[in-house]
């Protein structure tokens, strides 16, 4: 069983930053890959990026550079540091886990003014 909480959505402005948590709750499981999602309105759920235990990091080209995924896995939680935000960046950013099977977030919206 693994329960995914995510926080640290909102409103910001477009150039501006935001840092989302995910802490995962984990019982008889090891998770092996962990990230984020997200889907804007209108859109199919995308990957953003994840990492895997054993660090390996992976990227969606649109984000590249700009944000950056970390994990402490004492906590069990996963960071999303996302920086020059964009109005293109607005949508619900879903905590996403792989222990066996797909496990979700239940999502935050983060809203990119212009």
């Known amino acids: 069983q693994v329960q995914l909480v995510e926080s640290g959505g909102g409103l910001v402005q477009a150039g501006g930053s935001l840092r989302l948590s995910c802490a995962a709750s984990?019982?008889?499981?090891?998770?092996?890959?962990i990230g984020w999602y997200r889907q804007a309105p209108g859109k199919q759920r995308e990957m953003i990026a994840t990492?895997?235990?054993?660090?390996?990091?992976n990227y969606a080209g649109s984000v590249k550079g700009r944000f950056t995924i970390s994990r402490d896995q004492g906590k069990n939680t996963v960071y999303l540091q996302m920086n020059s935000l964009t109005p293109e960046d607005t949508a619900v950013y879903y905590c996403?886990?792989?222990?066996?099977?797909?496990?979700w977030g239940q999502g935050t919206q983060v809203t990119v003014s212009s």
């Open positions: 984990v019982r008889g499981f090891i998770i092996s890959t």
């Open positions: 996403y886990a792989w222990a066996r099977v797909d496990y």
């Open positions: 990492i895997t235990n054993a660090g390996i990091t």
